[in-house]
């Protein structure tokens, strides 16, 4: 599949991943939830696969994505998300016009980017991977009410990477988390150009 959802999830759950600072990342471990500085007026991104946020964070070497966030949501948000989401660029089958699609995006409360699936060591897949902008329409929601629990992963993905490094690969593979074709019904897998699972 080329476009496929694949996430850690339940029943009623699944995890997103978020790189931060300390600052961000301390105050809302401790509150249970996004707050202060957490900004609640900008464009805050989501992301169901680890390993696609660690090419991105460097596995927390960035300045401001230190710490990386397992961030357990409801189903029922992030599928609100996904029936709101706006491709983040044009795609004729779906938008029809480049107007309507600029349109469209302008006023999306959720925008959606496919990017190359990574693995372990970096290397760009011939897969991608889903990443979810959550706008200030849903920003509050997400932060208050989607979430159901949030846990520190830094000290796993320097695990993960030092065993990586050290040419351990197998060991840092049983330390991933178990990502696997999450289910789409058809309207929202055609809104965001994914694959049906």
Do not use: C
Request: hydrophobic content about 50%; glycine content about 6%; cysteine-free.
């Amino acid at each position: 599949m080329l476009r496929q959802i694949r996430a850690d999830f339940d029943a009623g759950t699944i995890v997103m991943y978020q790189a931060f600072g300390p600052a961000i990342a301390d105050a809302a471990l401790a509150a249970g939830r996004f707050v202060a500085p957490f900004s609640f007026t900008r464009m805050t991104w989501i992301k169901p696969s680890l390993l696609w946020l660690m090419h991105r964070s460097n596995w927390a070497r960035k300045s401001a994505q230190e710490r990386i966030l397992a961030v357990r949501i409801t189903r029922a948000g992030w599928e609100q998300a996904l029936s709101q989401a706006v491709l983040t660029a044009p795609v004729p089958a779906i938008h029809g016009s480049a107007a309507a699609w600029n349109t469209a995006f302008d006023a999306a409360s959720v925008h959606v980017q496919w990017d190359p699936e990574r693995s372990a060591r970096g290397a760009a897949l011939n897969h991608y991977s889903i990443q979810v902008g959550v706008g200030r329409a849903l920003i509050r929601a997400y932060a208050e009410q989607w979430i159901v629990g949030l846990a520190d992963l830094t000290p796993t993905v320097h695990k993960i990477d030092a065993l990586i490094r050290a040419g351990q690969a197998a060991k840092a593979q049983r330390l991933l988390p178990p990502e696997r074709p999450y289910p789409l019904d058809a309207a929202t897998a055609r809104r965001i150009q994914a694959d049906a699972a």
